[in-house]
């Protein structure tokens, strides 16, 4: 085996550690959430062929393996709304104004019923991956609260 062989099975192997350790976090956050009374609470994650569907002469081409983008899913049905725990976080810098992805950094993001016509809500924790007790309890209390302020906006 030549060394870009090497390289390449060494790199593929790291990812796909990494891949399984963000699972294993998202399913704490999911197993959490069930305990705190969201039963509708399920982990999800991109596709591993992005762009593959749409038109090939205007997507990604080879298409993009989106397995590592990973959030929580909560579905409330008194309210209508979805909310999720995103396993990474968008930031724009308010000086240069480039966009940022901050990898392992949590997020809560509020999905309104259409007919309500509010825009999705965001909101980072400040909480990285991976966390411990300490951090898992202050998401849940975190998530407690967004819930409540998202669902008095109705």
Known sequence: MNEKDCATLTYDKARNEYLNERKKQADIIVENLKQGGYETARRSS????????????????PPYDLRNWMWVSVKDKDSG??????????????????YHVLVDRLSLKCHYPKASKLTP???????DLPLDEDALEKLMDMFDTFVGECKKKL
């Open 81 to 98: 709304c979805s909310f999720n725990v995103l396993l990474h976080s968008f930031d724009q810098d308010p000086s240069s104004k480039n």
């Open 46 to 61: 991109g596709i591993s062929t992005y762009g593959k569907r749409s038109n090939p002469e205007t997507r990604i081409d």
């Open 121 to 127: 809500d965001t909101t980072l924790t400040g909480l």
